[in-house]
């Protein structure tokens, strides 16, 4: 009995702690940064197009019993998958991939779980206050920014104790530094401050947040991961690219927020040339195969041919024509190109850290084609007579595309390695 009774002590208090069934996937999900931020950005990929078609079916069939959120629809649609969605899988690569980029320890577990569990959080609670809950939706934006200014400190002091003169680090923290201030904004004008304070927080998260930082590490990878597979590949990484691309999305935030549409073209047109070079000079044409390269390459392309789309529109007003392309330009770059990169990015980076083979596969492929379908419908949607119905369509496809592919990517972050190795 005496060699027993210590084992019997340690036993009641450690499953008083924590409950059996919790510890192992809470040790799992605290193992690796892009764990906890990949599934709650997964979990969001769902949840922000479910609420999003619900709420276009209220105003197409009429319901008039659906609680409307506290703020402008599409504001709220615009702010939660800008800094909700899309941030979390960027946070949880950059997370990871910070360290290595600039020589530096990993970055502990207490950090990265309060960015995932703040943001997620944050954005739950948000959604909840949709629900026509001004209150509830201030605390879920408040909890956010505690997430992104916990996330970007981290990454600046990994910065910081580095030395090292890194541009695509400085880059993403500029960026996620503009979306601290956009979050900010936006928080700002749920407690009372004008409306163009949420104007400048959304327009901020698509050119200064989301582009620039989807840039910069598509800049950073797509040719080193080519590189790395394809013989006889040149890669190219010109450090011109960023120090350009910066002023070019600036001036053309500064031109938007400005109501100068009709003047966008000077700055579109050059940053249509900027990333279709990069498109080209990446030599997509011989990184076709694996599945897995190729469709970083793919998704790279709806980049450029966004800003054709954004130049051709402002040329438009500027000839006197009205915004003939409506919101075409912006869901060719919202879907187009960060969702099929997201796909691309996030389904590499998931088997790569889960030790398996890194290939596509039927679901990611499936995800992939069909989200290519939903930036046609979206599109379509806009020249379409009866456009809220398409929006519908478009967003339930959105759905359907993702779901199987979220599904699996839970299953492999709530699951241990395949190799055996921690991470």
Sequence with gaps: MSSREPRMRE????????????????????????RPLFLAGALAVLTSMAWWALELASMRFGWHRWPQPPVPPGWAHAMLTQYGMLPMFMFGFLLTTFPKWLARPSIPPRRYVVVAGSVFAGYLLSHVGLLDMRWVLRAGIALMLFGYLVGVATLAGVLRASGHRNQHAWSCLAGLGLG?????????????????????????????????????????????????????????????????????????????????????????????????????????????????LAVLHLAFAWLPIAFVLYAVQSLCLFAGHGPILGLAPLHVLTIGYFGSMLVAMVTRVTQGHSGRPLQMGAVPWACFALLQGVVLLRVWAELARDSYLWLIVAACGWLVAFLPWVIRSAWIYLTPRVDGKPG
Excluded: E
Excluded at 195 to 219: E, M, Q, S
Excluded at 226 to 242: A, E, I, M, Q, T
């Design 180 to 292: 601290t201030l956009g979050l900010a904004a936006f928080l700002g004008f749920l407690f009372g401050a004008p409306a163009h304070c949420a104007r400048f927080a959304i327009k901020l998260g698509t050119f200064g947040l989301l582009v620039p930082v989807y840039f910069t590490v598509a800049h950073r990878m797509v040719a080193f991961f080519s590189g790395n597979v394809v013989k006889g590949y040149v890669v190219r990484r010109p450090d011109w690219s960023l120090p350009l691309m910066w002023p070019l999305l600036l001036a053309h935030l500064a031109l938007d927020l400005a109501h100068a549409q009709a003047w966008l073209w000077l700055v579109d047109a050059p940053l249509a040339l900027l990333f279709g070079w990069h498109a080209i000079a990446w030599q997509p044409w011989k990184a076709m195969r694996p599945g897995i």
């Design 11 to 34: 036993s009641p208090s450690s499953s008083q702690t924590v409950p059996p069934a919790v510890a192992p996937i809470a040790a799992l999900l605290a193992a690796a940064p892009h």
